[in-house]
């Protein structure tokens, strides 16, 4: 029995290693075709090695350091000469990239849907498009053209930011129109941003890169540039460097990530991840159908493997190949055992075949489809209307007024609220801190967007707060709805608006007022329905009618429940608007998201002193207010005393 044990049980042992029983750790990537490759590879040393695996979550550069230290093993997908932590552990010998996972190397570089070449064929290159900015108008700043430029934090943002200045694109051009640098936050967000734009055939430059889904989706024009120059590429992935050279982008190897002692004591694995690769048509189609059937990355492997055996029987030893089409069961022929492809996928989930199948999500989706594409324009116009009157001057003011007014405002209005001098001095000290940390600006931009997101709440919800306290059929109807609005993630309104009206602010601003709106509305109705049954009758008796009522006994008695409710707003609206950097809204959340993506700890913890900061002075000072006159009364005649 020992010697058939110890037969059965060599390969696995010579593959992963004799000495370490500890499992073989790959990083989980954020995007998709990470995922599906990981994946892949996981399912490799798994089923074909017969190697313990754990997949661990995180985002690139927080992976790659852990590559360094040994404490991940694996990474999928790795961009060759990309990533500073990744060159400085190579250079340490503390990691490795092995194998040439996409045939031809992965590409990149500045694109336009293929119809607007279409539409305008002298645009040729990156030199034709000073000629033709006013295609790209930025909704943000109509008098300008816009670039949209990778997520925050990316080392693709870093070289596209110089790109576009030392390509003269961010100077006026002879019409005074320039090209505006924005960035998406998020790559969902410019996922989107990109989809909707095909969806209403609306002009577009942006940046992308394969392997994506969305190359495979839909039809990209490729803006011609220079031949690449490796020396002024060094230059531009520098982002100190004050360099004016311009360069064609690379072609990227794409291989896979090892830690140095995985390779020492994994070789068969290591030879076999080597030996992986993918055509760019092939795991562009693969991505695209894990992104449209909601896929996994696990289950699209595993389906890929099943449909391809006669592929990755190429990678892999023959008896890893015999393994691996044991566990998937197919054939090594090529034909699967199993006559559906897609029941291996739910093999997991057949223990709860007996629900019914009432998923409401492609009818969601072609819904947000239709409308985006027929109804685009009027929630286009909606949201130019919104920036033009209310974001952009209240932004422009803050702009214009000295720091140290604004600075002098609001410890004012702390000194009102609460009548305690601290407490003014503690606000000044506060911002002036915040500015002294370099994020004045960023501090403006929040403060517009929650500004004129507060007013818009207070201006839907009070009047139907008012209106639900006073018919109980509406209530029944309304409270669901405000259930639903309170209880759903906030992420989940973020994907929505940004589609129905464009990438920056606006979206920031409505899933700010969807998210902040149900307080108000219920403290509201609840400050109005608490008002004392005496005194509305007492009113009624001395001749009031129901306005008389509304605007001098009931709206002053349920004013402390209104401030309460106006001050969960303010800061659910703050928490959002710091959420909504995430689809391009700029401020004081975009260096916080920008410092997680590239593991900024200095950076993170400014940014978030900055709103903690911001967030207890509002908070503070909405909290007096809402006290009423005769609490801040009693309030200043105990502190003179």
């Known amino acids: 029995m020992l010697l058939c044990l110890s037969f059965w049980s060599t390969p696995a042992m010579a593959a992963c290693g004799e000495a370490d029983s500890a499992p073989v750790k790959f990083g989980s990537l954020t995007w998709e075709s990470g995922q599906f490759i990981s994946s892949v590879l996981q399912m490799i040393a798994e089923d074909g090695y017969g190697c313990e695996t754990e997949l661990v979550p995180g985002t ?56 607007v070449l279409e539409d305008n064929p002298g645009l040729k290159s990156y030199q034709d498009l000073p000629k033709y900015a006013h295609l790209f108008t930025d909704p943000e700043n109509p008098s300008n053209a816009r670039f949209l430029n990778c997520p925050t934090g990316w080392t693709c943002e870093v070289f596209n930011t110089h790109l576009l200045k030392n390509t003269g694109l ?33 002009p577009l430059l942006f940046y992308y890169w394969q392997p994506t889904g969305l190359m495979a989706k839909y039809d990209f024009a490729e803006i011609p540039f220079a031949k690449h120059d490796e020396q002024c590429w060094d230059k531009l992935l520098d982002a100190n460097s004050q360099t004016d050279c311009v360069s064609g982008f690379p072609v990227s190897n794409l291989g896979v990530a090892v830690s140095t002692p995985f390779v020492e004591g994994y070789p068969d694995l290591v030879d076999a991840f080597k030996q992986v690769q993918f055509t760019p048509d092939t795991l562009n189609g693969a991505i695209l159908e894990m992104s449209e059937n909601k896929r996994s990355g696990e289950e699209q492997a595993k389906l890929f493997l099943q449909q391809n055996p006669q592929l990755w029987q190429q990678w892999l030893t023959p008896e890893a190949s015999q393994n691996l089409a044991t566990a998937l069961n197919v054939s090594l022929e090529g034909s699967a055992a199993d006559s559906n492809g897609n029941n291996a996928i739910n093999s997991d989930a057949a223990a709860f075949s007996w629900f019914p199948e009432w998923s409401f999500e492609n009818q969601l989706n072609d819904s947000l489809s239709y409308i985006v594409q027929n109804f685009g324009d009027i929630f286009r116009s909606i949201s130019q209307v919104t920036l033009t009157y209310l974001l952009l001057p209240i932004e422009r003011l803050m702009t214009v007024v000295p720091p140290w007014f604004i600075i002098g405002l609001v410890a004012l209005l702390g000194w009102l609220a609460t009548r305690k001098l601290w407490f003014a001095a503690t606000c000044a000290i506060g911002l002036f801190l915040i500015g002294a940390f370099g994020l004045w600006p960023a501090l403006v931009q929040t403060l517009a967007l929650l ?27 309304v409270t669901p709805v405000l259930d639903v609005m309170q209880t759903m993630p906030s992420f989940v309104y973020l994907i929505p608006v940004l589609m129905l009206f464009g990438i920056g602010k606006v979206p920031a601003l409505f899933a700010t007022v969807i998210y902040a709106l149900p307080p108000l509305i219920r403290l509201t109705m609840l400050g109005i329905k608490q008002v004392p049954h005496e005194m509305v009758e007492a009113g009624r008796s001395f001749g009031s009618n129901h306005k008389q009522l509304l605007i001098w006994i009931k709206l002053p008695q349920a004013l402390p429940s209104i401030m309460a409710g106006i001050n969960q707003a303010v800061m659910m609206s703050l928490s959002m608007v710091v959420l909504a950097s995430m689809i391009g809204a700029p401020g004081l959340g975009e260096d916080v998201l920008q410092s997680i993506q590239t593991l900024n700890i200095g950076q993170g913890l400014q940014a978030g002193t900055a709103i903690v900061i911001m967030a207890i002075i509002i908070d503070r000072i909405t909290q007096a207010f809402g006290q009423g006159r005769r609490a801040r009364d009693e309030l200043r005649h105990h502190n003179k005393n």
Request: hydrophobic letters at 45%; charged letters at 15%.
């Open 60 to 115: 690139g550069p927080a992976l790659e350091n852990a590559l360094s230290q040994n404490d991940i093993q694996v990474i999928g997908e790795q961009w060759v000469g990309r990533s500073p932590i990744m060159q400085e552990a190579i250079a340490a010998n503390k990691a490795a990239v092995i194998g040439d996972t996409l045939e031809g190397g992965a590409t990149q570089g500045w694109y336009v849907p293929k119809y």
């Open 170 to 202: 961010t100077k006026p051009n002879s019409d005074g129109v320039k090209f505006n640098n924005v960035h998406p936050g998020t790559g969902a967000a410019l996922d989107a941003a990109i989809s909707s734009a095909f969806e209403q055939r609306k």
């Open 451 to 477: 500004i004129v997101s507060v007013i818009v709440t207070i201006v839907i919800g009070i009047p139907m707060g008012i209106l639900m306290a006073g018919s109980n059929r509406l209530r029944r109807i």
